[in-house]
């Protein structure tokens, strides 16, 4: 994978473990991000079966629930120590991750579902944590508004406007998000790289890097 450090980001994994063994360069990656959307309306017990196959592989996560994610899933991922929702912190290698998860309200009253105005103000706390730092990647289950990694069939783009003003503001150098399956892309808001890999079942995944001066980000595949 190169020098320095790097990281996995992956999301949507909607209780289908099998791609986390297919995943390049698992072991050796400084930790694994993922999204949100571990389970299919899901609680704790699916959300620790997803935990406990990336362990097998890599014991350093980041994690939070997406909008199929009940709420005993967030409860159970700050207990494990791995919670980034609403918060972050800087790694050992100097990059501060933070997080917000749920998504914006949805056609299909999911569990986690909550309005611009409340992912708003998570953002904001869970960027407070890390401001300090220089280098920083933001995780955010709800892709930007009109980007390419909000778009449904059709052209339809339904991410969040509070997500695409924020980065347009604090510019980190990752987004890292995902939520609309079929918006497996990359894209740029300014000088932010935003990376949704689509559900994992499809074969999508993100790598970070830091060469200990500039983060970079790009989407991957491995199928």
């Not at 930007?144 to 997500?163: L, M, W």
Request: glycine share 14%.
């Amino acid at each position: 994978m190169g020098e320095g450090a790097y990281w996995i980001g992956i999301g949507d994994i909607h209780d289908d473990t099998r791609g986390i063994d297919r995943l390049p360069g698992l072991g050796t990656a400084a930790g694994v991000v993922i999204t949100g959307d571990l389970t299919i309306r899901g609680g704790a017990a699916a959300a620790k079966a997803v935990l406990k196959a990336v362990r097998r592989h890599n014991a350093v996560i980041l994690a939070q629930i997406g909008n199929m994610d009940k709420a005993d899933v967030d409860t159970y991922l700050t207990g494990e120590g791995v919670n980034i929702h609403a918060t972050g912190r800087v790694t050992p290698q100097g990059v501060g991750f933070f997080g917000c998860g749920w998504s914006t309200p949805t056609p299909f009253g999911t569990p986690s579902e909550a309005g611009e105005e409340r992912i708003a103000a998570w953002l904001t706390a869970a960027h407070a944590a890390v401001a300090h730092c220089p280098h920083l990647v933001m995780v955010c289950h709800t892709p930007p508004y009109d980007t390419a990694t909000d778009v449904i069939g059709g052209g339809t783009h339904v991410g969040s406007r509070a997500v695409r003003a924020f980065i347009e503001r604090v510019q980190p150098a990752v987004c890292l998000t995902g939520h609309i399956h079929e918006a497996r892309a990359e894209d740029r808001l300014g000088k932010t790289t935003v990376v949704n890999p689509g559900a994992l079942a499809g074969g999508g995944y993100a790598l970070v890097r830091f060469d200990g001066r500039q983060l970079d980000a790009q989407l991957l595949s491995f199928t």
